[in-house]
């Protein structure tokens, strides 16, 4: 999954830039349904690994680019809310998903593990369908000049409707000057990204999401789950209690 990942992390900015955020999240979402479906029916190890490879493309997409839909997309008085709460949420999926496998364990045969893969399915068929009824990011319409579109969108969000809301009209005023400094950035490449004045944030950046995936506690779980199985009740209880903890933390 890591693979797949990694190869949809450098494809989601060109995806999002294109046909904007909500379209690459929606796509992200089929890619994530056909990626599970391929793990479900995996007949061999071959299988399996193309199908997490598939759901590593849409992990990819939607790791970068749903806190950027949100963050475009949230009002101001409640953006850094927002952008905590999907971090949350990814931890109640691991969570979820924790319990579902240990439930998955008192299950005779390959049904065991076809259950467990397919379940994952369920959320990329609702984060579709509630796609549908959200609107674009007022950022993406106004780069792409669809002024007349970022501003109904603004309105529905912060004015109920009303264009000529003063909250409306100060985050009009925002885009249009994010927009503008998009548009003077446009030169700027990857090679700018290490100048001498901006390497370290550059690094920052780029630390924070590393070790973020390094520091262990990923590998520390898949130790645990490839010891000897349980034999007996407690045992499992207290696999499963020290999931619960690890996700809540």
Same mark, same amino acid.
């Given at each position: 999954?890591?693979?797949? /990942?990694?190869?949809?992390?450098?494809?989601?900015?060109?995806?999002?830039?294109?046909?904007?955020?909500?379209?690459?999240?929606?796509? !992200?979402?089929? $890619?994530?349904? +056909?990626?599970?479906?391929?793990?479900?029916?995996?007949?061999?190890?071959? #299988?399996? +690994?193309?199908?997490? +490879?598939?759901? %590593?493309? /849409?992990?990819? $997409?939607?790791?970068?680019?749903?806190?950027?839909?949100?963050?475009?997309?949230?009002?101001?008085?409640?953006? %850094?809310?927002?952008?905590?709460?999907?971090?949350? !949420?990814?931890?109640?999926?691991?969570?979820?998903?924790?319990?579902? !496998?240990?439930?998955?364990?008192?299950?005779?045969?390959?049904?065991?593990?076809?259950?467990?893969?397919?379940?994952?399915?369920?959320?990329?068929?609702?984060?579709?369908?509630?796609?549908?009824?959200?609107?674009?990011?007022?950022?993406?319409?106004?780069?792409?000049?669809?002024?007349?579109?970022?501003?109904?969108?603004?309105?529905?969000?912060?004015?109920? %409707?009303?264009?000529?809301?003063?909250?409306?009209?100060?985050?009009?005023?925002?885009?249009?000057?994010?927009?503008?400094?998009?548009?003077?950035?446009?030169?700027?490449?990857?090679?700018?990204?290490?100048?001498?004045?901006?390497?370290?944030?550059?690094?920052?950046?780029?630390?924070?999401?590393?070790?973020?995936?390094?520091?262990?506690?990923? %590998?520390?779980?898949?130790?645990?789950? /490839?010891?000897?199985?349980?034999?007996?009740?407690?045992?499992?209880?207290?696999?499963?209690? #020290?999931?619960?903890?690890?996700?809540?933390?």
């Amino acid at each position: 999954m890591s693979g797949g /990942s990694f190869l949809g992390a450098l494809c989601a900015g060109f995806i999002a830039d294109k046909w904007g955020r909500r379209y690459a999240l929606m796509l !992200a979402s089929i $890619i994530w349904v +056909i990626g599970a479906a391929v793990q479900c029916s995996s007949q061999n190890v071959g #299988h399996l +690994i193309a199908g997490r +490879i598939i759901s %590593g493309l /849409s992990i990819g $997409i939607t790791s970068s680019q749903v806190c950027v839909y949100l963050a475009e997309l949230a009002p101001g008085r409640i953006r %850094g809310r927002i952008v905590g709460i999907q971090q949350w !949420a990814i931890e109640w999926g691991i969570l979820i998903m924790f319990l579902v !496998a240990w439930g998955c364990t008192t299950v005779a045969g390959p049904a065991a593990f076809r259950i467990a893969w397919g379940v994952q399915a369920i959320p990329g068929f609702i984060l579709f369908g509630a796609l549908i009824f959200f609107p674009e990011s007022p950022r993406w319409l106004a780069g792409q000049e669809r002024w007349e579109e970022c501003l109904q969108v603004l309105a529905a969000i912060n004015g109920k %409707g009303d264009q000529n809301d003063p909250l409306v009209q100060a985050e009009y005023l925002e885009v249009q000057e994010a927009v503008r400094i998009m548009q003077e950035s446009k030169g700027v490449g990857m090679i700018e990204l290490f100048g001498p004045k901006i390497w370290k944030r550059t690094m920052c950046g780029c630390s924070v999401q590393m070790w973020q995936q390094l520091v262990g506690g990923n %590998g520390k779980h898949t130790k645990d789950h /490839s010891k000897q199985p349980r034999r007996n009740l407690a045992d499992q209880c207290h696999s499963c209690s #020290h999931d619960v903890l690890r996700c809540l933390w």
